[in-house]
């Protein structure tokens, strides 16, 4: 057998199955009564949130199966991280309903009992003991252990067992992070064993949990997160799981604030966030909405999170970002990332992401749903979900030898040129972006190889002029310098952000390939707010309404204005 994580280690006396008394003995105490009430600080959470009550009321009486697998190979991971039971703890904090803590003993108990039979489809990796299900579980049993402390509703026997949890998951933590290991499992777990070693330092072993946890937490913040602040898997998603594990870890351990990744790693989302206050989902990500935890930040820190502004690279990362008032360009030329089950990374390079007012204008597949998602290789992750050259009948390789050739942040014009090997030919990729209104980009494409270049919308594509616009603004004008050989149109899930909620539900996607037998292309996107400008392009002159740019390979010109980038002409 091949594990995903360490052989199993899970000791039957230690951790799956203590006894009351070996349990009280470590509290040093000699009954349920005395042990029971809550003397330990607060753990950290969030504050509770008025929808819970309602969504708590719709989970009073449910059955609930715990072996079934019919949640899915990976969700049912996910579903004994017990997360979806909060709601009865946030409901019981606002309302004092006992029925709410009658609930929780109800439905822990049920699983504690089951817990042993749980089977999952992935080889070599345990359901309930393993690094998420313990960090995640730990986490939510701590926090109902303290909002339930005085209720008599949650029996003394639910107790119990939540404390056992909280005891052996801390207990196979530390066992299994006794050396460094890269990925956001083992750093989530460490910050999360961390926080129970000094929320329950009434445990004799907690001091051992601690520093375990400390050795892994630094071990991470040196060789887990990069130079600029991004996680070692470049998504935003899994930065923001270790980042918000962090913070709950520096609450109570103060020191970790200080660590220079520290704030690195809030200035990274802070890079990232549009002008509708989101962060993208690049690389398996689902959309981020980090005010909040930036907030939790500069509490933390003691002062303001002030990434760099304007455009500039992500280097270490691989992002470059390109920013003119509330216009946002996140490029991707970043290498593929290994992951302790499956990589987070996509199968795309030099693919980008465009916002303005708001709201995407080129938009990408992003995460899945679930990672039990049949479109998860075939759109989500596939090449085809991105903005990127696609060459039909060749398979992307994992090695795509992504590199920049050129950034330059200039005073009216930011570009970026960039390469990778993904296919057997080598692609060429160069975007300008013109910063001064009227704004545009201007992507161009080299590839010895029949290809299609796509971008995907959130409205369908008509026909205007001599390109594509979104069918409804704010959206895209996409005009080819040089006439396709074939137009082709598509469609797919993905989340789409809607700044005035915070939510991103998943809506659809619009497609549109431009194929070309050459594999060469010179398009320009121009950003619209209500309608499409009137627009002329060709591969060296652009004219939008009544302003002329022109363009050689290493030069920009407007209006007696002239901007040059590297290299000769």
């Known amino acids: 057998m091949t594990y995903v994580e360490k052989p199993p280690h899970v000791d039957r006396e230690r951790m ?60 049912l991971y996910g579903f004994h991280y017990l997360r979806w039971m909060m709601p009865l703890v946030s409901a019981y904090a606002q309302t004092g309903d006992p029925r709410y803590a009658g609930e929780w003993d109800r439905l822990f108990t049920q699983w504690y009992d089951g817990r042993d039979q749980v089977e999952g489809d992935w080889p070599g990796l345990d359901v309930v003991w393993y690094s998420l299900g313990v960090a995640s579980r730990s986490m939510h049993v701590s926090r109902a252990l303290a909002v339930f402390a005085a209720e008599p509703a949650l029996g003394d026997e639910c107790w119990l067992r939540m404390m056992k949890t909280i005891l052996g998951g801390a207990r196979w933590a530390a066992e299994e992070h006794d050396s460094f290991r890269h990925g956001n499992w083992q750093f989530a777990t460490a910050c999360e064993l961390l926080h129970l070693a000094r929320v329950f330092a009434d445990f004799p072993e907690s001091g051992q949990w601690a520093e375990v946890a400390r050795a892994r937490i630094l071990e991470h913040l040196e060789r887990d997160v990069r130079e600029d602040g991004g996680h070692h898997e470049r998504s935003p998603g899994y930065h923001g799981m270790c980042l918000g594990g962090l913070q709950r870890a520096a609450s109570v351990d103060p020191d970790l604030a200080g660590h220079p990744r520290f704030p690195a790693m809030h200035d990274w989302l802070a890079s990232l966030t549009t002008s509708g206050g989101w ?15 930036l907030r939790t930040g500069e509490r933390l820190l003691r002062e303001a999170v002030r990434p760099v502004e304007g455009s500039h690279l992500l280097e270490s990362s691989a992002y470059a970002i390109f920013r003119a008032r509330d216009l946002h360009t996140v490029i991707n030329y970043g290498p593929y990332i290994g992951h302790e089950l499956e990589p987070h990374s996509h199968h795309a390079a030099l693919d980008f992401v465009l916002s303005g007012w708001n709201v995407p204008l080129a938009w990408e597949a992003g995460g899945p749903p679930s990672y039990d998602d049949p479109g998860y290789y075939d759109w989500y992750q596939a090449t085809r979900g991105h903005n990127t050259l696609l060459v039909p009948g060749q398979d992307y390789v994992e090695d795509r030898r992504a590199a920049l050739d050129l950034f330059h942040a200039g005073e009216h014009v930011d570009v970026f040129a960039g390469h990778h090997h993904g296919y057997p030919a080598r692609h060429d990729r160069r975007i300008v972006f013109v910063r001064g209104e009227p704004s545009y980009w201007l992507v161009t494409d080299e590839i010895d190889a029949e290809a299609i270049w796509q ?12 390109g594509y616009a979104s069918s409804r603004g704010p959206g895209l004008l996409v005009v080819p310098a040089e006439a396709p050989d074939e137009v082709v149109f598509g469609a797919g899930p993905a989340r789409i952000p809607d700044p005035v909620t915070a939510t ?43 302003v002329t740019d022109t363009f050689t390979a290493h030069g920009w010109a407007r209006d007696g204005l002239a901007e040059r980038w590297g290299g000769d002409e």
Not at 52 to 62: I, K, P, Q, S, T
Not at 455 to 466: A, C, E, K, N, V
Request: aromatic fraction near 6%.
């Open 16 to 75: 799956r199955h203590i006894t009351d008394r070996a349990l009280l003995d470590e509290l040093g105490a000699g009954s349920v009564e005395e042990a029971r009430p809550w003397r330990r600080r607060a753990p950290v959470w969030p504050d509770p949130q008025p929808q819970d009550v309602a969504e708590a009321d719709r989970m009073l009486g449910v059955e609930v199966d715990f072996l079934d697998k019919g949640h899915g190979r990976s969700r």
């Open 279 to 293: 962060v993208p989902h690049l690389q398996d990500s689902g959309i981020v909405w980090p005010a909040e935890m």
């Open 455 to 466: 971008l995907h919308g959130t409205s369908p594509w008509i026909r205007h002029g001599d």
């Open 504 to 546: 991103a539900e998943y809506g659809r996607i619009h497609s549109l390939g431009l194929r070309r037998r050459d594999g060469r292309f010179t398009v320009a996107l121009f950003p619209f707010e209500d309608r499409p400008p009137e627009v002329r392009v060709s591969r060296s002159e652009i004219r939008v309404g009544g």
